[in-house]
């Protein structure tokens, strides 16, 4: 199918239109997977550029998320960390798996020092160092790739 047949909402897609896309491999040309954008996309009113992030701690543990996402959050949504206390963010490098979570999680929760009214960071990179040593020896034991949280 040509570009200037593709419709999204019933609107032509137009020659500014951008799009993720992934490569089965083995498939003739890529399958679209996201109508990209920042604004005035198919997928408003839940575009990027519109939304509030009111977390303390971001979390991104898909597939080399550090490399695709980090710059588009911190710069481009200006989503800066604010002292030891808020807008944390937390990206993998490489290609990850569904047990990162898990670690994190595991690792955030059994934090060995009581840390009521104090600082997020020491427990947040407690976690992160911790769920890296899990992941390591989880990935050496599967015999894939070693990737970390960052």
């Not at 019933?10 to 491999?25: E, H």
């Not at 498939?27 to 303390?56: I, Y």
């Not at 971001?58 to 597939?63: A, D, L, N, P, S």
């Not at 989503?79 to 990850?96: C, L, M, R, V």
Request: charged content about 25%; overall charge positive.
């Amino acid at each position: 199918m040509k570009r200037d047949q593709l419709e999204i909402n019933k609107a032509p897609v137009k020659d500014t239109d951008c799009f993720w896309a992934f490569d089965w491999g083995g498939k003739e040309g890529f399958s679209v997977v996201l109508h990209a954008g920042w604004q005035g996309t198919a997928t408003k009113p839940m575009e990027l550029g519109k939304t509030n992030l009111k977390c303390r701690v971001f979390c991104h543990f898909g597939c080399s998320s550090y490399q695709h996402f980090r710059t588009i959050l911190r710069h481009r949504k200006n989503w800066q960390k604010a002292g030891n206390t808020d807008k944390f963010a937390y990206f993998t490098t490489d290609i990850a798996y569904g047990i990162t979570a898990s670690f994190w999680l595991h690792r955030l929760l059994t934090y060995d020092k009581y840390n009521a009214f104090k600082p997020w960071e020491p427990s947040l990179e407690y976690a992160r160092r911790r769920a890296n040593a899990d992941l390591k020896k989880w990935c050496m034991k599967q015999k894939v790739k070693i990737y970390r949280i960052i």
